[in-house]
């Protein structure tokens, strides 16, 4: 988001570059914006421009030189994404204005003659003066109270700084994307002030008061629109800074596992996930072993689930639970342990799966391979990936005709082309393939739909073979396009008209994108005639088109281009 070298923002901001930047339909927007007054407060420094602009919400803009480049942003979902859009358009030209008009005369020294005026008051007057200001900006009144909380003589004040922290944290009713937006500043400026208490030697009350905001925040996310996303990152600076706290004060490691262990188990939005990694080094032994012990017991509450069944905790508190045993076991680098946790849920295919593979990346194939086909065994419809994971086993195993066989049956039970492809993959190179083959192509064949079987012929070469079943079972527009391309030099004739109803349904999308891809299905079939000799169809085919679509101006104007 960024361009240009000179160190003055106003000297990017010629209309030509802010249309460049915005596109037409948001200069036009801006330019709207700005001739109604929208932009209701500018302020011009030496590098930075910033304004609100009244639009659905009241939005806050900024414009500055960073680095001799122009950098920008604005509260509006489309600013959010990084856009240049209608208010940044809006902010420019009322500072373009300004510059033009005068308005904006000693702004190089605006700071200076404002530091000078201040250095001429008197404490008590300067005092008065934020008191002032914090009257009519509850954000600076609220900053100030952090800082008078942080900084008190006889030590931080916990309790107003607790107090402090609920408020900024806490919200009422719902807050719409403007006001998450200034929820996470105001909470952004706690977490500032915890920062602070943080460097001031005082990580202990930095501890309670992070896990505080935490809460806070986790409850009021429920009840604003962050779709802009402001608040969320709270909850990982928050998350952060409780860690460097307890990297510094060291608290009892017992009393923090348990905290960590009940948060990462409950909180919905995860903010101590893999706590014990992240922790360890803090939690000592007897921390360690009592983060341990409360998963062991909270494990021994789960319930086994056989092949089929189900858990209505799932995805809650069982995941959670499971999740963090596998730290455990991972941690203690235990395969055994780790297969142990694995099998308390056997309730679909893919958790054979996933145990098979552990013990695959143990060096154990003749295990993986026993859990796989228990698996196999203890489903009817079984995930395709266990069937080609146990194929491979028993392939690697030395077992080919049983991997072959595996992939017949399972591909007899359901025949399509990706089947179709696994029993390929492990039956093309033994006994008997051409068989299976014939038989296999009869299987599709009987499912009506020449599509698959279509695809299956492509992708062995049999392009005659393919025309002659797409004629006979008919099959998909994309297997059409495939097929007509494949043969556009073998069979032009046959692949033209494919080509044409390509073009057709791609300038039934009826926009740009549809359009270009319209002209370049027909400079294929451009190509196809010239090699087939017979390049003179071409124009009356194109003038067929123009015929047909003469108002659709955008694809008249890229045949212009064309030359057709």
């Known amino acids: ?253 017992e009393a923090l596992a348990a905290r960590l262990f009940e948060r990462e188990l409950d909180s919905p939005w995860e903010v101590f996930y893999g706590a014990f990694e992240r922790y360890r080094d803090v939690l000592g032994a007897r921390g360690v072993a009592r983060y341990r012990q409360l998963a062991e017991a909270e494990w021994e509450q789960v319930k086994p689930l056989g092949p089929g069944e189900d858990d209505p905790d799932r995805f809650e508190r069982r995941f959670r639970i499971t999740r963090i045993m596998e730290t455990l076991a991972n941690a203690d680098d235990d395969v055994a342990r780790r297969v142990d946790i694995k099998t308390r849920d056997l309730s679909a295919p893919y958790r054979f799966l996933d145990i098979a593979t552990v013990w695959l990346e143990a060096g154990e194939p003749e295990r993986a391979l026993e859990w796989g086909q228990r698996g196999l065994a203890a489903f009817d419809r079984p995930d395709a990936r266990l069937t080609e994971f146990v194929a491979e086993r028993l392939r690697e195993l030395g077992r080919r005709e049983d991997a072959a066989a595996l992939a017949w049956e399972d591909f007899a039970a359901r025949p399509s082309l990706e089947r179709y492809q696994r029993l390929a993959k492990f039956g093309r190179d033994g006994p008997g393939w051409a068989e299976v083959r014939e038989r296999a192509h009869g299987e599709l064949r009987r499912l009506s739909n020449g599509s698959q079987l279509v695809s299956v012929l492509l992708g062995e070469g049999e392009l005659d073979l393919a025309w002659e079943e797409a004629d006979a079972l008919g099959c998909s527009a994309d297997v059409w396009l495939r097929l007509a391309r494949a043969g556009a030099r073998s069979r032009p004739f046959d692949a033209v008209p494919i080509l044409e109803q390509e073009a057709e349904r791609r300038i039934a999308v009826t926009n740009k994108r549809g359009y270009r891809a319209a002209v370049d299905v027909l400079g294929e079939i451009r190509d196809i005639l010239r090699r087939a000799g017979d390049e003179d169809r071409f124009p009356r085919l194109v003038a067929d088109v123009r015929a047909r679509h003469a108002r659709k101006k955008n694809l008249i104007g890229l045949l212009d281009q064309a030359g057709w």
């Not at 990580?203 to 604003?224: K, N, P, Q, Y």
Request: hydrophobic share 40%; aromatic share 4%.
């Open 1 to 253: 988001m960024s361009d240009g070298t000179n160190t003055d923002p106003l000297a990017h901001l010629a209309s030509e570059r802010l249309i460049e930047l915005a596109g037409r339909r948001s200069w036009e927007r801006g330019v709207r914006y700005f001739e109604a007054g929208c932009v209701v407060w500018l302020r011009l420094d030496r590098r930075r421009i910033s304004a609100t602009v009244s639009g659905t919400e009241p939005y806050d803009v900024r414009l500055e030189t960073s680095e001799d480049e122009l950098a920008w942003s604005c509260s509006c979902p489309m600013g959010a994404e990084g856009y240049f859009c209608k208010h940044a358009v809006a902010t420019a030209l009322a500072a373009v204005e300004a510059r033009a008009e005068g308005t904006d005369a000693a702004l190089d020294d605006r700071e200076a003659r404002a530091r000078a005026a201040l250095e001429r008051r008197s404490p008590e007057e300067l005092v008065e003066l934020l008191l002032e200001q914090a009257r009519v900006d509850p954000e600076f009144e609220d900053r100030l109270l952090l800082e008078a909380a942080r900084s008190d003589r006889a030590g931080p004040d916990v309790v107003a700084l607790g107090r402090l922290i609920d408020d900024a944290t806490a919200v009422r009713g719902f807050l719409s994307r403007r006001g998450a937006y200034h929820y996470a500043s105001g909470v952004a400026q706690a977490i500032a002030t915890l920062s602070s208490l943080l460097e001031d030697g005082h990580a202990a009350i930095v501890i309670d008061l992070s896990e505080r905001a935490l809460t806070g925040v986790e409850r009021a996310l429920d009840h604003m629109d962050d779709s802009d996303g402001h608040a969320g990152p709270l909850l990982d600076d928050l998350h952060e800074l409780h860690l460097a706290a307890c990297r510094s004060a060291r608290p009892d490691g």
